[in-house]
Nanobody, 127 residues
């Protein structure tokens, strides 16, 4: 079992920045690929970004590419999502997720790939 706790969500103006954190506990988090998903009101949960277990590979949704950066610090068992140039359409609950890594370069992108989820943190971007 892996427990995930997100933090860092808040209200921010358009054009601003936020950094979300996801603290993992339980089984060794460095054995897991990690991802960030988001869910806006009335919409399906969608993929935002993912990172391999050692941090060597990343993947981004087109909607966030060039603005968001995913990173991880395995010594701290924490994954981050740096969000810059935020837009009102980035408003959503952001969820952290973990998936057992099948290789060091494994970067899962589908919601169904992930076994463990956090409770989410709200990000609101005002125009």
């Amino acid at each position: 079992q892996v427990q995930l706790v997100e933090s860092g969500g808040e209200l921010v103006q358009a054009g601003g920045s936020l950094r979300l954190s996801c603290a993992a506990s339980g089984r060794t988090s460095s054995n897991y690929a990690m991802g960030w998903f988001r869910q806006a009101p009335g919409k399906e949960r969608e993929f935002a970004a993912a990172i391999s277990s050692r941090g060597g590979s990343t993947y981004y949704a087109d909607s966030v590419k060039g603005r968001f950066t995913i990173s991880r610090d395995n010594a701290k068992a924490t994954v981050y999502l740096q969000m810059n140039s935020l837009k009102p359409e980035d408003t959503a609950v952001y969820y952290c997720a973990a998936d057992p890594a099948i290789s060091n370069n494994y970067v899962p992108r589908r919601r169904s790939d992930y076994d463990y989820w956090g409770q989410g943190t709200q990000v609101t971007v005002s125009s």
